[in-house]
């Protein structure tokens, strides 16, 4: 786990106690674990500073200990999705993908499971362990529990997209998509075309992108948490394809609500490039001052890389010489501590 403090091997040590009881067939758990090791287990529990909760379930996870041959698969699987919940809920995403795998080694046939786990290992940048958990997860879903299917296929889809195996990529979001709608889960119709809007685009197919791009948005819906990322994606297909008007249309004050204060700051940058490079001067100095005020109260990692390449274009582009020296300044400062 991510932590090197006596709860880091805390978790360690009880997921890695579940994955070899699952590895054990259950006729001979009995003395699987040595005399002694549940009262050591239990101490290290309540010695170790940890939410209640969380004690609860590592202490229903030490029964294994002491009696592995009656410990029941339901229990584990229980109390190791609830660990693995609290993780992710603690940005631990080493320890989440742990109890995640945990749970679905003790019930490897439950395509949820497997989901789940390969789901936590993109969070924890174990690509090869989350490409065969995806894999398992459509194998075991084809014909048992339809909506972890299409989510399976979305989420592989996007997996095969961002390391670069497009095409693999493309057939599975287009299976995504159609096991979406015939399954009634629009959360992987809504993946599966966010994808092929992000391989149309870096092939310069713009009309096939936009047409993906407002089918992902619809599906989505302006509520979704994705949906102002995808709005930013496709404002940015527009300025580098060379459209800046469209990209205006799309940055509405509307969606512009619906931005956190570090999309904001990139939807702002982007807006103000767009507007210089229609002439809408006035346009472009309100949100490029909007942008710059939000950068000045926000943590340096938390602006969005190109943030200030754009804002000194876009001055750049209207002979802003001013806000030009003083984008780029700010950049060369931050880029030197």
Same mark, same amino acid.
């Given at each position: 786990?991510? /932590?090197?403090?006596?709860?880091?091997?805390l978790?360690?040590?009880?997921?890695?106690?579940?994955?070899?009881w699952?590895?054990?067939?259950?006729?001979?758990?009995?003395?699987?674990?040595?005399?002694?090791?549940? /009262?050591?287990?239990?101490q290290?529990?309540?010695?170790?500073?940890?939410?209640a909760?969380?004690?609860?379930?590592?202490?229903?996870?030490?029964?294994?200990l002491?009696?592995?041959?009656?410990?029941?698969?339901s229990?584990?699987?229980?109390?190791c /999705?609830?660990? @693995?919940?609290? %993780?992710?809920?603690?940005?631990?995403?080493?320890? *989440?993908?742990?109890?995640?795998?945990?749970?679905?080694?003790?019930?490897?046939? $439950?395509?949820?499971?497997?989901?789940? @786990?390969?789901?936590?290992?993109?969070?924890?940048?174990?690509?090869?362990?989350?490409?065969?958990?995806?894999?398992?997860?459509?194998?075991?879903?084809?014909?048992?529990?339809?909506?972890?299917?299409?989510?399976?296929?979305?989420?592989?889809?996007?997996?095969?997209? +961002?390391?670069g195996?497009?095409?693999?990529?493309?057939?599975?979001? %287009?299976?995504?998509?159609?096991?979406?709608?015939?399954?009634?889960?629009?959360?992987?119709?809504?993946?599966?075309?966010?994808?092929?809007?992000?391989?149309?685009?870096?092939?310069?197919?713009?009309?096939?992108?936009?047409?993906?791009?407002?089918?992902?948005?619809?599906?989505?819906?302006?509520?979704?948490?994705?949906?102002?990322?995808?709005?930013?994606?496709?404002?940015r297909?527009?300025v580098?394809?060379?459209?800046?008007?469209r990209?205006?249309?799309?940055?509405t004050?509307?969606?512009?609500?619906?931005? +956190?204060r570090?999309?904001?700051?990139?939807?702002?940058?982007?807006? #103000?490039?767009? #507007? %210089?490079?229609?002439?809408?001067?006035?346009?472009?100095?309100?949100?490029?001052?909007?942008?710059? *005020?939000?950068?000045?109260?926000?943590? !340096?990692? %938390?602006?969005?890389?190109?943030?200030?390449? $754009?804002?000194?274009?876009?001055?750049?582009?209207?002979?802003?010489?001013?806000? *030009?020296?003083?984008?780029?300044?700010?950049?060369? !400062?931050? /880029?030197?501590?």
């Amino acid at each position: 786990t991510e /932590s090197p403090s006596t709860l880091g091997v805390l978790l360690w040590a009880s997921a890695r106690d579940v994955r070899l009881w699952s590895e054990v067939e259950p006729g001979e758990r009995g003395g699987m674990f040595a005399d002694g090791a549940a /009262s050591l287990r239990l101490q290290h529990i309540f010695t170790t500073p940890c939410d209640a909760e969380i004690a609860s379930h590592l202490g229903a996870i030490a029964a294994l200990l002491i009696s592995p041959e009656t410990v029941t698969a339901s229990d584990l699987v229980s109390s190791c /999705s609830h660990v @693995a919940r609290w %993780a992710a809920g603690r940005k631990l995403p080493k320890a *989440a993908l742990a109890f995640s795998q945990a749970a679905a080694f003790v019930d490897r046939n $439950d395509a949820a499971l497997c989901l789940l @786990a390969g789901l936590a290992a993109v969070q924890a940048k174990e690509l090869v362990r989350a490409d065969s958990w995806l894999r398992r997860a459509v194998g075991q879903a084809r014909r048992t529990d339809r909506q972890v299917y299409a989510l399976a296929l979305a989420a592989l889809a996007k997996l095969l997209f +961002d390391h670069g195996q497009r095409v693999e990529a493309q057939r599975h979001a %287009a299976k995504a998509i159609r096991a979406g709608r015939r399954y009634g889960c629009s959360e992987a119709r809504a993946q599966g075309f966010h994808v092929l809007f992000r391989l149309a685009a870096g092939l310069r197919q713009y009309e096939d992108a936009d047409r993906h791009a407002l089918a992902a948005m619809n599906v989505y819906g302006a509520n979704h948490s994705v949906y102002p990322l995808l709005v930013l994606e496709l404002g940015r297909s527009y300025v580098r394809r060379g459209d800046p008007a469209r990209a205006v249309a799309l940055l509405t004050p509307d969606r512009m609500s619906l931005f +956190d204060r570090a999309q904001a700051v990139e939807a702002l940058a982007l807006l #103000s490039l767009a #507007s %210089a490079r229609i002439g809408e001067r006035a346009q472009f100095q309100d949100a490029w001052s909007r942008a710059w *005020a939000l950068i000045r109260r926000i943590p !340096e990692g %938390a602006v969005p890389p190109g943030v200030r390449e $754009d804002l000194t274009a876009a001055a750049e582009c209207l002979g802003d010489t001013d806000r *030009a020296h003083r984008s780029a300044t700010l950049r060369d !400062e931050r /880029s030197r501590t």
